[in-house]
């Protein structure tokens, strides 16, 4: 097992654009989880999945971010119409479906709006 | 809500010495868990260590383990014989067993000294 993956590693993109970035988790982890990192700040959380139930979406920072999960594997975050503020690092972290269990981390997605 | 207090920015400790990070939550919970993830630079967020609220116990993991004080709401991290490869930001995070999201603090830097 390779772990948690994400790509792109870096995206850079200019102010209006749409952007999505992919996960893919530990292969038999059912939970995952999308949090959201700005510089000199712990994470921040953004949605999770148990399979493809999105079960948590509230936390999404606007209408213009949304999640999806489509068979339960990998999942996709698209930002629509990007602002200077998105800017930030995207994590991704899977976990099995358990009380307490540990969330694996991928290396993140950096994304620069200019 | 609960929330997640790391009261030091920054530390920093000369290589083979002990060091001690700080954490301090707020919750009306009596069963949670709690974590202390470490975040190199530029590389992905690693699992340090654990602690079950309904656990006695203090967590150890090698060179690493915790102070759980419950009722004083507290949760230290104790690095002991440090080593150049400890150098990385350090997020304390608390997580509610029926939601499985993680609250995290701000982090502290902790620089090794050769």
């Known amino acids: 097992d390779t772990g948690v993956s994400q790509d792109p590693r870096h995206k850079i993109t200019k102010r209006g654009q749409n952007v999505t970035f992919r996960c893919d988790p530990i292969?038999?982890?059912?939970?995952l989880y999308w949090y959201r990192q700005t510089l000199g700040q712990g994470p921040e959380f953004l949605t999770y999945f148990q399979n493809e139930a999105q079960l948590e979406k509230s936390r999404l920072l606007s209408d213009r971010f949304s999640a999806e999960r489509p068979k339960g594997s990998f999942s996709t975050l698209e930002i629509q119409r990007t602002e200077q503020g998105d800017s930030a690092m995207y994590l991704c972290?899977?976990?099995?479906?358990?009380?307490?269990?540990?969330?694996?981390f991928g290396q993140g997605t950096r994304l620069t709006v200019v | 809500a609960q929330t997640v207090t790391q009261s030091q920015p920054e530390m920093s400790v000369q290589e083979a010495e002990t060091v001690t990070l700080s954490c301090t939550y707020d919750?009306?919970?009596?069963?949670?868990?709690l974590f202390w993830y470490k975040q190199p630079p530029s590389r992905q967020m690693i699992l340090v260590i654990r602690?079950?609220?309904?656990k006695q116990q203090n967590a150890t993991e090698n060179r690493f383990s915790v102070n759980f004080q419950k009722a004083a709401k507290s949760f230290s991290l104790k690095i002991s014989d440090s080593q150049l490869g400890d150098t990385a930001m350090y997020f304390c995070a608390f997580m509610k067993p029926s939601n499985y999201q993680l609250i995290w603090g701000a982090g502290t830097k902790l620089i090794i000294k050769p």
């Open positions: 919750t009306s919970e009596s069963n949670y868990y």
């Open positions: 292969s038999e982890h059912n939970r």
């Open positions: 602690q079950e609220a309904y």
């Open positions: 972290a899977s976990s099995l479906a358990v009380q307490g269990a540990n969330a694996f």
